[in-house]
């Protein structure tokens, strides 16, 4: 289960759109509800658990869009596999560069997947598969840098101007690797109107989250050369006079400041 500490260090991060926590079912969940309502695209679950708290579950017949495709719960469909939709909707040249996509796309296997559990991580009873963050310039910093602060993962952003989803919800769990992308960009999210452009969304799989959060919990939000008061100018001053000391012993120089 999300343990009360990661709840909170999210919570303190303060993103206007709370952070979510999925769950890939391969069997009916217990005691959890399923979705009743107008029938959305993947991505307007996410905002849609956000907006009223609630958590619950979606099936396939659910989805209105092509996350379902994303997590193997239907096969490529042939046509916009093709590539013929991309090209219709102009984000391709031919249909043939479109393909390429469908060729490469991370997906899960087939079959695994059945009912997707949404939930706001305040309220989150269940050990997550992945955590989606919706979060400005200032979080962004702090979330990515704790992504890499323990184990100096490179960040990489893989993505593509059509099905999103798929980078999101699938990559992450198949790579073991954090994932981020910028709103504003991407076809789907972009004509749903799920968020407004300019939000880093940033997808945190299990693999990663036990670490996320030690590293949030431990590291400075804002380090040290942006730091404005006088203890922190004078110790970095110590360092920097430091680091000219591991030079000279090294018979090297260092021009950091």
Known sequence: MLSNQAKEIFDKL??????IALKYHAVKPEGIQSYEGEKL???????YSQDTGKTFYITEKNDACYGRMALGMIPKPPVT???QA???????????ACQQL???LPILEPGT??????????SCDFDPDLILCFADFPQSDILMRATSYISGDLWESKSSPVISCAWMYAYPIISGKVNHITTGFYHGLKRRKAYPAGIRMIAIPFQKIDEVV??????????????????SRVELERRVEHWQ?????????????
């Open 81 to 83: 596999a093709s590539g």
């Open 102 to 104: 469908y060729q490469k």
């Open 214 to 231: 030690t590293a949030l919990c431990e590291m400075p939000w804002t380090t040290i050369a942006f730091r404005d008061d006088e203890g």
């Open 14 to 19: 303060g993103m206007e759109h709370p952070p």
């Open 86 to 96: 991309g090209y219709d909707f102009e984000i391709y040249r031919t249909p043939i």
């Open 113 to 122: 997947v059945n009912y997707v559990q949404f939930s706001p991580i305040s």
């Open 41 to 47: 695209a993947f991505c307007q679950y996410v905002k």
């Open 245 to 257: 000391e591991m030079a000279k012993e090294l018979n090297s120089k260092v021009d950091l400041h």
